[in-house]
């Protein structure tokens, strides 16, 4: 995939396995200026000093994994074994003209109520600005949902870094319009196509695949964004009769990926799928999910979430070729679930990130190199290491799923399922 989103002379490509505890700020600046003027790799290393956990040296379970990355502001978290220290500390440092940001490792709180304040907490501020840098003149990007909300900021950020963009659409007088005020935005030459699609409808998913393979001649699809999704106020169910959220959420764009890769368009693809961490709620994802009320609406919609990422492991299990990213982009401030009235649109702007600041971590995933294949990302902690006892982590249901899928996809009945 690196062939693919070539170098990157703006950002600090590099991995390391540091000590933060132990480490100090100019050492960190230290390492990411070694990366900065083409260091090969970044190494542990381990500076005299006092050590700064307690008066002891840190163990290597307190090491942290980070990426450094071109950005606005450096960034510095304890590791592993100190997930459950909230206390954050920020570090700023020029390295000519970039600051480096350090993205680290995080282990999920296995409390739901914790983990959720976690994610509210201080996101304009917590959430990373994916840099400029690489270029993607020459690559195709497919992004779902990209009339409106996250989707149309993934699409503006990829448009103006150079990528062709296809963008499946349900209303075609709407999709013009984005269309145009994409071209605007990206400058001369933007390509962006339209390509119709309703998600909840399998068959037109699997025109709108064929018409994308049209579309591109013969080159593959280099990034798909799995982003359309949908939060239920009322029970429904897709054309064929499938729950909505479910359908559009999970089984559309199964579909959508199994065609476009029967036909030849996936090839060391990268596919960046968007999730919530609100999935944490459920441990069941199923076709045939009967709901009602407010409450059930979340539900169904919590459930395709967790449906996502057992969805991502699979694909990632089985299919070696292509590159898989899970992204949390953050609490955004979208239409998703509905108008909320005034009070709502208030609190939304006060509390939620905008559209654009809610792009950033799935831009990211889009657009920069070496971020581990099939890693969780999330737009406050970077990247979530899961507990075994999680439920994204239930392998078992996950191969149920994929399977399911699989069946139904196909117009088979489903096989049976745990509700």
């Known amino acids: ?49 006092t050590p700064r956990h307690g008066g002891r040296v840190a163990g290597p379970e307190e090491e942290t994994r980070v990426l450094v990355v071109a950005c606005g502001r450096a960034r510095c978290h304890r590791g592993e074994g100190h997930a459950r220290d909230r206390s954050r500390r920020w570090k700023q440092g020029s390295l000519g003209d970039t600051t480096a940001m350090m993205l680290p490792e995080y282990a999920a709180p296995r ?14 501020r917590n959430t990373p600005r994916c840099p400029d840098q690489p270029r993607l003149d020459g690559r195709i990007a497919v992004v779902t949902g990209a009339t409106g909300g996250i989707g149309l900021e993934i699409a503006r950020g990829l448009a103006r870094r150079g990528a062709s963009l296809i963008l499946p659409c349900r209303n075609p007088a709407k999709g013009a319009r984005v269309a145009d005020a994409l071209r605007a935005s990206a400058g001369a030459g933007a390509r962006v196509d339209l390509v119709a699609m309703d998600l909840e409808d399998l068959e037109s998913v699997r025109r709108g695949a064929g018409a994308i393979v049209d579309s591109t001649a013969g080159h593959p699809v280099d990034l798909l964004v799995e982003n359309a999704g949908v939060w239920p106020r009322r029970y429904a169910e897709t054309r064929q009769g499938h729950e909505i959220a479910f359908g559009v959420n999970v089984l559309s764009h199964f579909v959508l990926r199994r065609a476009l890769a029967a036909a030849g368009a996936l090839d060391a693809t990268r596919v960046v799928v968007l999730t919530g961490d609100i999935y944490i709620l459920e441990s069941a994802c199923t076709p045939d999910f009967r709901w009602s009320g407010a409450f059930g609406g979340m539900r169904a919609y919590c459930r395709s979430k967790l449906g996502n990422l057992w969805i991502a492991s699979e694909l990632v299990r089985r299919s070696s070729g292509l590159e898989v990213r899970v992204v949390h982009p953050g609490v955004v401030a979208t239409n998703l679930g509905g108008e909320t009235g005034a009070l709502g649109s208030r609190l939304k702007r006060r509390f939620f990130l905008a559209p654009e600041r809610g792009a950033d971590m799935p831009l990211i995933c889009s657009t920069q190199p070496d971020l581990e294949n099939g890693g969780y990302w999330h737009n ?13 982590c239930d392998a078992a249901s996950a191969t149920r799923l994929w399977e399911t899928c699989e069946a139904v996809g196909s117009g088979s009945p489903a096989p049976p399922s745990t509700p």
């Open 1 to 49: 995939m690196n062939q693919i989103f070539g170098s990157m002379p703006a950002v600090l490509r590099e991995s390391a396995r540091l000590n933060p505890g132990s480490l100090s700020r100019e050492g960190k600046l230290r390492c990411a200026r070694r990366a900065a003027h083409g260091a090969s790799s970044l190494r542990a290393r381990r500076f005299e000093g």
């Open 380 to 392: 406050v902690h970077g990247r979530m290491r899961l507990a075994k006892n999680d439920p994204a």
């Open 111 to 124: 409390s739901a109520l914790r983990r959720g304040l976690g994610a509210w907490r201080s996101q304009e």
